[in-house]
Structures are given as C-alpha cells and as structure tokens.
C-alpha cells in the first residue's frame, strides 16, 4: 500500500485566502484523523471519522474550518478565510479498528505546511 | 483538561547509553491504548511501540521497551544503547474506547543523543 497521501505537501497563501487540504487514507481503515501541529500547542487533533462520518469535531479551531470525508478514500480540511495564526503542519492518519492482534495505530501522512502570509 | 504529561521537555543522552523518556495519562476507561511515535527533524510521524491496558507484560520492539505501570498510569519509553539516529521528538499517545476511539498526544520530548 502506498500509506496515506497527503497534497499539497507545502502551501503558501495570503490572509483571507481559501485553503484546501486533502488526505486518502489506506484502503480498508476506518478512521481517519486531522491533526495540527505548532510549536506552541504541539499536535492538536481536530477532528476524526470512522466510516465517514465525523466522531469528534471539538478540535475544530472556529467556524473558518470544515472538514469533509465524502467516501472511504478522500477527505478534505478546508480552511476559510485563512489567518497567519493557522500556519501549521497539518498531518492526516488512518488507522484499523483497534480488534485483537491489531493495535489500531495511526499511520500517518507526510504532513502538509501551511503558510498564511 | 491534559491527559497526557510527558514532563520532560528536553533530554540529552550519551551514545550507547539508555535513556527513559516519561508518560502519564489520565482516563478513567478501563480499555485504552497506549502508543509512543518518533519524529525526526525531517517531520513525519514513526510508530515504534504499542501497551493495551490489558496486556500482563510490557511491551518491546527492539531496542524499544515500554515500562507499564497501570496503577501510576505511567507507560515510560525506554530507549537502549541509543543511537545518533534516536534524536527526535517522542510523543506518546493515547487511544480510550469509550471515547470512541479517540486517540489524542502529549506535548512531546526532545531527546539528543551526543557522541
């Protein structure tokens, strides 16, 4: 398997600017997470699916973030209008159901920096 | 409120040597995973071992162990004869199945491994 992808790898943009970030995770796991993480806070998780559909979506910072996961092999982290206070890597994982011999680790993205000038 | 301390911001260890990195949590779930990752400066996110809270024994990986002590609520790493390549940040992590499923992480620790 290819592991979880993430685009773009690195984005610069202006204050006020739409961002779209996007993740696919690994065929057959059923979670799905967005973390942020900073200097300052570390990793913050934002929101996670399971099956699609969003579990916990406290993370969320404000109103400006939305995250979708239209199908089992996509989902997006929207963030609008963008602010220099959201620069971040922004890291997406999956991960199987936590079921016997399976631990129900998170496999990880690369990550995508975000810069908001 | 914090689940995971990781009280331990900074850490230095001479090659060859052992170090422990510490974790604590809190959770009041009776099941529950714990995890410990390694990020390298380059920035992506390693697993390196895995502690249920059922599990009798403590885990280990290599030269990677977990010191389980339910009853503190500690999962401390245990590093052995640590290598350059083991500077990083560690992050443990924990997973509650009551909270479905969320996994969330301490703040970290950054360990240098000098010559």
């Known amino acids: 398997d290819a592991g979880v992808i993430q685009s773009p790898r690195h984005e610069v943009t202006e204050m006020g600017q739409e961002v779209t970030l996007r993740c696919k995770p690994i065929?057959?796991?059923?979670?799905l997470f967005w973390y942020r993480q900073t200097m300052m806070r570390g990793l913050e998780l934002l929101i996670y699916?399971?099956?699609?559909?969003?579990?916990?979506d406290s993370g969320m910072p404000e109103d400006r973030f939305s995250a979708k996961m239209p199908n089992a092999s996509f989902s997006t982290l929207k963030i609008q209008p963008s602010e220099p206070r959201d620069s971040a890597v922004y890291f997406c994982a999956s991960s199987p159901i936590p079921s016997g011999a399976n631990t129900g680790e998170l496999f990880f993205g690369e990550g995508s920096r975000l810069t908001v000038l | 409120a914090q689940k995971i301390t990781q009280t331990q911001p900074g850490m230095f260890v001479q090659e060859k040597e052992a170090v422990t990195l510490d974790c604590t949590y809190d959770t009041s779930d009776p099941s529950y995973g714990l995890f410990w990752y390694k990020q390298p400066s380059s920035g992506e996110m390693i697993f390196l071992i895995y502690?249920?809270?059922?599990?009798?024994q403590n885990a280990t990986e290599g030269r990677y162990s977990l010191n389980f002590q339910k009853a503190r609520k500690s999962a401390n790493l245990v590093i052995s004869a640590s290598q350059l390549g083991d500077s990083a940040m560690y992050f443990c992590a924990m997973r509650e199945e009551t909270s479905y499923d969320k996994v969330i992480f301490g703040p970290g620790t950054s360990l240098s491994v000098i010559p």
């Open positions: 502690q249920g809270s059922y599990d009798q």
């Open positions: 699916f399971n099956n699609n559909v969003p579990i916990d």
């Open positions: 065929s057959g796991h059923d979670y």
